[in-house]
Every structure is written in structure tokens, then in C-alpha cells.
């Protein structure tokens, strides 16, 4: 893969081992010549993958709606950074630019932003690759809630599928390079012939 988004939370959380993980996949895209593409913060697991990237000289683009560049305290030192009128706006521009998504620890806008993802991919509007890396079993119950979506007939389970899960930045980046989209309708009660 060429570039990733990652979506991540403006904190670092209260655990440390969550910004480790956020510096270790930086080091990874890094040493791999994978580009992120992100919301363009300097502050929390935004700020941490950035930095740690641009440490080893990699690419990160930025993309932030005008109206968070100071509330999300935009970073200054990436390599491209564009400003979107709007969060629709920043949505469609990063995945203008991405071959994949993967989410970190983070809190509403990451939820938002990975399953607007996935909603795209289920729509067959994109055929990339969803991923969550599951540090420290973070999305743990995230992922007991889609097996409930299944279980009640809300969610296929071919399309709960979409969302690659790893433990390990390797686990994960290898399941999003081998992601095949399923060939189903999105239509929950359609049978697919």
C-alpha cells in the first residue's frame, strides 16, 4: 500500500502503551514507505504518528476542516497539509488519497470516520481495506457489538468480514495486502444467486 489513513484520537489516552503503539506503526510506515494521510493534528495519537514518522523522513498529508485547525492545534511541520471547508469535506478528500484505513484508540470521530469506511466498501463505492489495530484489546467490545448486529440480522456476516482486526501492526497491514471485497449484496434479506 502506498498511503494509509489513520484515524486516532486527539488524546493519547490514559494508557501508555496506546501512544507506543501509534510511534510503532509511524516507525512501520516509515521503514515500509507507506505515506499517512491523517486529520492533521499535532496533539495526541494524531501528533505521535506524525511525528514519528517525520523523524524518519516518511510522508504525512494532513486534512483538516478549517474550523478544527486551531481547536485540533494543526501541525506545522508535515509535508502537505489541505484545509476542507467542512468534516464531509475532509472525508471525501482523504479518501481521495488513500488505499486503506486503519483505526487507532481514539473516540467518537474515530468511530465515524472507520465505519463511514466501511459503509463505503459495503455500498461497493470503494473496495478498500478497513482495519482496526486491536492494542491491548481496545475494540474489544466494539467487535462483541457487531457479532450482536449479525446475531440480530442488522449486519451480514460477510460484511462484518470487511473489518480486518490485528493484534500486531504485521497481522493487520498483511490481512489489508491480501483484502479481497466480498461479492454480496448489501441487502441484508436478499439472497445473492
Do not use: W
Not at 95 to 102: E, H, K
Not at 154 to 177: H, P, R
Amino acid at each position: 500500500m502506498k498511503r494509509i489513513a489513520v484515524f486516532c484520537g486527539s488524546s493519547t489516552g490514559f494508557k501508555k502503551i496506546f501512544k507506543n503503539e501509534a510511534k510503532n506503526l509511524g516507525d512501520y510506515f516509515a521503514n515500509n514507505n507507506i505515506g499517512l494521510v491523517y486529520g492533521g493534528g499535532k496533539i495526541g495519537m494524531m501528533g505521535v504518528i506524525a511525528d514519528a514518522i517525520l523523524e524518519k523522513k516518511g510522508e504525512v498529508i494532513g486534512v483538516i476542516p478549517n474550523l478544527l485547525r486551531h481547536e485540533e492545534v494543526a501541525h506545522n511541520g508535515i509535508t502537505k497539509m489541505h484545509i476542507t471547508k467542512t468534516m464531509s469535506e475532509r472525508k471525501v478528500k482523504i479518501s481521495r488519497l488513500v488505499d486503506g484505513y486503519i483505526a487507532l484508540p481514539g473516540g467518537f470521530g474515530t468511530l465515524d470516520e472507520i465505519f463511514e469506511a466501511l459503509t463505503l466498501g459495503q455500498l461497493g463505492i470503494e473496495s478498500k481495506p478497513v482495519g482496526i489495530l486491536n492494542t491491548n484489546g481496545f475494540f474489544n467490545y466494539l467487535i462483541k457489538q457487531l457479532d450482536v448486529m449479525v446475531n440480530e440480522g442488522y449486519l451480514k456476516q460477510s460484511n462484518k468480514e470487511m473489518l480486518l482486526i490485528g493484534n500486531t501492526i504485521e497481522e493487520l497491514i498483511a490481512k489489508m495486502d491480501n483484502y479481497k471485497i466480498p461479492k454480496v449484496s448489501k441487502v441484508i434479506n436478499k439472497v445473492v444467486s
